[in-house]
C-alpha cells in the first residue's frame, strides 16, 4: 500500500495500480482468512476495511484518470462505499464522476451518486458543483431550478468555490453544440484526445512539448499514446510553482 502511495506520487501510475490492487487482494485475504493471512497487517479487522476502501479509492482514481477506464473506476468506487463501514463522500463524488465520463449510465444515476455525497460532506464546492451540472444538464425545470439554487451557494463561497461557477459558464459556451458533451474525462483521455488532434502535425514534422512536467506523470501518458518514434520534449524550472495552486504549494 505504502509502496502504491509513493509511486502514485512520482507520476508511476501503472506501478501504482499494481501496488494497490496487490494490497486490495492481500488486505481482502487477510479479513476472509485470519488463520493464513494473519501476518499481512496488524490492522484489526475494522481498521483493514477502511484500508481496503481506500485502496480500492486509489485504484479508481488510477482507472479513471490515468489509464482511461471510467467504467472499472465506477465499479471500484461502489466497492468502496460497500467495504467502508463508514464511507466516504469521496467514493460517491467519485462514482458521480466515473459513471458521467464513462458514458453509459444517465445523468440521473450521476446525481443520485452526488446526492449522497453531499448528504456526507454537506457544503463541499466540488460536491456541490457536479451535482448543480448534472441537473442542469438533465433540463427539466425543476432540476434547473435546483441547479441555479447550488450555483448560487457557490457564487457566495470562498473564491476557490466560487469561480466553479465562472468555469462553468465558460465550458457552457463551448460545448453549446453538444449538449451531451462528456465533461469528466481523465488526463489520459484529454490527451488522448488532443494529441489525435494535432497528429497531421506531428507527422510533418511538428514538436511535442509539454511545459511543466512535474513528476511526468501526464509526460509517460503522452508516450504511451504517440507513436514509438516520436521525440517528446519535456520543459521544467523544477523549483516549484510561483504562486499556490490548488492543493501545490507555491
Given at each position: 500500500?505504502?509502496?502504491?502511495?509513493?509511486?502514485?506520487?512520482?507520476?508511476?501510475?501503472?506501478?501504482?495500480?499494481?501496488?494497490?490492487h496487490e494490497a486490495a487482494t492481500l488486505y481482502q485475504c487477510f479479513m476472509e482468512?485470519?488463520?493464513?493471512?494473519?501476518?499481512?497487517?496488524?490492522?484489526?479487522?475494522?481498521?483493514?476495511?477502511?484500508?481496503?476502501?481506500?485502496?480500492?479509492?486509489?485504484?479508481?482514481?488510477?482507472?479513471?484518470?490515468?489509464?482511461?477506464?471510467?467504467?472499472?473506476?465506477?465499479?471500484?468506487?461502489?466497492?468502496?462505499?460497500?467495504?467502508?463501514?463508514?464511507?466516504?463522500?469521496?467514493?460517491?463524488?467519485?462514482?458521480?464522476?466515473?459513471?458521467?465520463?464513462?458514458?453509459?449510465?444517465?445523468?440521473?444515476?450521476?446525481?443520485?451518486?452526488?446526492?449522497?455525497?453531499?448528504?456526507?460532506?454537506?457544503?463541499?464546492?466540488?460536491?456541490?458543483?457536479?451535482?448543480?451540472?448534472?441537473?442542469e444538464r438533465i433540463g427539466e425545470p425543476e432540476t434547473i431550478e435546483e441547479s441555479?439554487?447550488?450555483?448560487?451557494?457557490?457564487?457566495?463561497?470562498?473564491?476557490?468555490?466560487?469561480?466553479?461557477?465562472?468555469?462553468?459558464?465558460?465550458?457552457?459556451?463551448?460545448?453549446?453544440?453538444?449538449?451531451?458533451?462528456?465533461?469528466?474525462?481523465?488526463?489520459?483521455?484529454?490527451?488522448?484526445?488532443?494529441?489525435?488532434?494535432?497528429?497531421?502535425?506531428v507527422r510533418m514534422g511538428g514538436l511535442v512539448c509539454e511545459f511543466g512536467v512535474?513528476?511526468?506523470?501526464?509526460?509517460?501518458?503522452?508516450?504511451?499514446?504517440?507513436?514509438?518514434?516520436?521525440?517528446?520534449?519535456?520543459?521544467?524550472?523544477?523549483?516549484?510553482?510561483?504562486?499556490?495552486?490548488?492543493?501545490?504549494?507555491?
Amino acid at each position: 500500500f505504502r509502496m502504491g502511495m509513493q509511486l502514485e506520487k512520482i507520476g508511476e501510475a501503472r506501478a501504482a495500480t499494481a501496488a494497490f490492487h496487490e494490497a486490495a487482494t492481500l488486505y481482502q485475504c487477510f479479513m476472509e482468512n485470519l488463520a493464513q493471512f494473519g501476518h499481512v497487517t496488524a490492522l484489526s479487522k475494522e481498521d483493514c476495511r477502511g484500508v481496503l476502501a481506500y485502496a480500492c479509492v486509489r485504484l479508481a482514481h488510477l482507472n479513471h484518470d490515468a489509464l482511461g477506464d471510467p467504467q472499472a473506476a465506477t465499479r471500484l468506487y461502489r466497492d468502496a462505499a460497500s467495504i467502508d463501514q463508514q464511507p466516504s463522500s469521496c467514493s460517491f463524488l467519485g462514482i458521480g464522476t466515473s459513471m458521467e465520463a464513462a458514458e453509459i449510465y444517465s445523468f440521473q444515476d450521476a446525481v443520485a451518486a452526488y446526492r449522497k455525497a453531499r448528504e456526507l460532506t454537506p457544503n463541499k464546492g466540488i460536491i456541490l458543483f457536479n451535482l448543480a451540472v448534472a441537473l442542469e444538464r438533465i433540463g427539466e425545470p425543476e432540476t434547473i431550478e435546483e441547479s441555479n439554487a447550488l450555483m448560487e451557494i457557490l457564487r457566495r463561497s470562498e473564491a476557490s468555490d466560487a469561480c466553479l461557477v465562472d468555469s462553468w459558464g465558460y465550458v457552457r459556451w463551448h460545448t453549446r453544440k453538444n449538449r451531451m458533451a462528456n465533461l469528466h474525462r481523465g488526463t489520459r483521455a484529454m490527451l488522448q484526445l488532443a494529441l489525435e488532434e494535432a497528429s497531421p502535425l506531428v507527422r510533418m514534422g511538428g514538436l511535442v512539448c509539454e511545459f511543466g512536467v512535474a513528476s511526468g506523470r501526464s509526460l509517460r501518458m503522452a508516450q504511451e499514446l504517440l507513436p514509438l518514434n516520436t521525440p517528446i520534449h519535456g520543459f521544467d524550472t523544477f523549483t516549484g510553482l510561483p504562486q499556490a495552486w490548488g492543493s501545490e504549494p507555491a
